[in-house]
């Protein structure tokens, strides 16, 4: 396959703009870029690699969409009954399909089980979702089972909980998934991984699991030199727990256990302190921030300034929470770029050193990509590099101003999600036109939408009333400091 492009941005750590091109595509790999004959007239298309979302949910129905307000974490963690339940084949390729379109060819899954008992079968969906749309995919395996409902005891949240009778999952028995069960499904999905496809321990946060499977995970993730994905000091709340438990610093602990290793990301990492991120560098750690999540959810703003300054490996995320719930990561990149100049502003700072453009590419394009796949293979393009490639139609950004010189700044600061016309992943064309041309994003939206079963609770006022009452009484158990018992 021959591809002529009127721009080539091929490496963003490098990142300069060649006009006229062929990339020569042979099976999976590239097998020679050149000059291409004049391409006056054409629509001013340009290629690059393509984007990496670092962090995501893979959500078929976004939260808002399905009534679910935004709000703090904790709170709108409780809210999430109201999700209607659906094959996780559909929710995934539904989300998959977006992120195609929009340019994303690789993204880290962190599952969200529907029901605890069948996370393989779950497991199995997303996979057929990922091999159907053909992006790449890190399904990280959850492990959690600790405080499903608050940092801390269900029963002490039933004294903060008015009429707590009420509220039969207080009281119900609940499915706890042991560490041996989880190991198990992991050696099962094992047989499912494929070059787009593989999988990576997802112990869910350190509150939401226990230190033995904490342990044993950072164990077998050093025998196995296998990835691991985890949520981490997302939330004021999050930080203050893990001050409590873990005394000698929950960082500490990590290393302490292994578990810091070039093969660890950290998501969020919003209430990180400096000495925590000095020795996240020294262990070669990764981060995935994910700046949307943390405004909807009111969690705070991660150090951009000191992680861009510290050189430390860091991807962009959406967390199935993009601003306008269109998975546009271009935007997610604009935000890192502008809010870290805002947060360390004037001259001096990371905004006028020439910091951001590279790094904000470098995570869209390599680090992400390094998160999702555990490889350094990627991220550029070069004759012998693998054929994952994304064409943009800049005509768009240059209609209000045609002689406009076309700049990597400019490409950052205009291009959204509408201007992808094309994404090919491992040779094979993905995207062709601005529309998924493996899986039918219309089509699978429509069967989604006829499939997926609401709670009763959603539209039940009687439950709508007990949802807030529960919401309530964590906001008091909180407030009581409960979570530091």
Not at 108 to 125: I, M, P, S, Y
Not at 265 to 287: K, N, S
Request: glycine content about 8%; some cysteine.
């Amino acid at each position: 396959m021959d591809l002529d492009v009127d721009y080539l941005l091929a490496n963003p750590t490098d990142p300069e703009l060649v006009a006229n091109q062929r990339l020569c595509l042979n099976g999976r790999h590239i097998e020679r870029i050149a000059p291409s004959p004049d391409l006056a007239g054409a629509s001013r298309r340009v290629a690059m690699p393509p984007f990496a979302n670092a962090h995501d949910h893979g959500r078929g129905f976004p939260t808002l969409s399905v009534g679910i307000a935004d709000g703090p974490l904790e709170i709108w963690m409780a809210r999430l009954g109201l999700e209607p339940r659906a094959l996780s084949y559909l929710s995934t390729a539904c989300a998959f399909t977006r992120m195609a379109e929009a340019g994303i060819g690789a993204v880290v899954h962190c599952h969200n089980t529907q029901d605890g008992r069948r996370l393989l079968e779950e497991a199995k969906g997303v996979a057929q979702a990922a091999q159907q749309v053909g992006i790449r995919v890190a399904f990280a395996l959850p492990f959690a089972g600790e405080n499903p409902f608050v940092y801390g005891e269900t029963a002490d949240l039933a004294r903060f909980v008015d009429n707590p009778q009420a509220h039969p999952q207080l009281w119900a028995a609940r499915h706890k998934r042991t560490l041996e069960e989880g190991l198990r499904i992991f050696e099962e999905l094992k047989a499912l991984e494929t070059d787009t496809f593989t999988i990576q321990f997802g112990p869910v946060g350190p509150q939401w699991t226990n230190r033995e499977t904490l342990e044993k995970i950072a164990e077998i993730s050093a025998a196995e030199n296998r990835r691991v994905h985890m949520h981490f000091l997302e939330t004021k709340l999050q930080r203050d727990w893990a001050d409590h438990h873990f005394p000698q610093g929950i960082v500490t602990y990590f290393d302490e256990i292994g578990l810091l290793s070039p093969r660890l990301t950290l998501a969020h990492c919003v209430w990180l302190q400096p000495w925590e991120l000095d020795l996240l560098i020294q262990r070669g750690v990764t981060i995935a921030c994910n700046l949307s999540s943390n405004m909807r959810l009111c969690s705070g703003f991660p150090p951009l300034p000191q992680i861009v300054r510290s050189g430390i490996t860091f991807g962009i995320g959406l967390d199935g929470m993009a601003l306008e719930d269109d998975d546009d990561i271009l935007r997610e990149a604009r935000l890192v770029k502008g809010i870290t100049q805002a947060l360390a502003p004037g001259i001096d700072g990371p905004g006028d050193m020439n910091l951001m453009l590279p790094a904000c590419l470098k995570a869209l394009m390599q680090d992400g990509r390094y998160i999702v796949t555990g490889s350094r293979d990627g991220g550029r393009l070069a004759a012998g590099e693998v054929a994952d490639v994304v064409v943009l139609d800049t005509g768009r950004i240059h209609a209000t101003a045609p002689a406009m010189p076309l700049t990597p700044d400019i490409l950052m600061s205009r291009l959204t999600h509408q201007d992808v016309d094309r994404l090919i992943i491992n040779g094979k064309t993905i995207v062709e036109n601005g529309r998924c041309r493996t899986v039918s994003r219309s089509d699978i939206e429509a069967e989604l939408r006829s499939t997926a079963r609401f709670i009763d609770a959603r539209t039940n006022t009687d439950r709508q009333v007990h949802d807030l009452q529960m919401q309530d009484g964590i906001r008091r158990f909180y407030r009581s400091g409960a979570h530091l018992a």
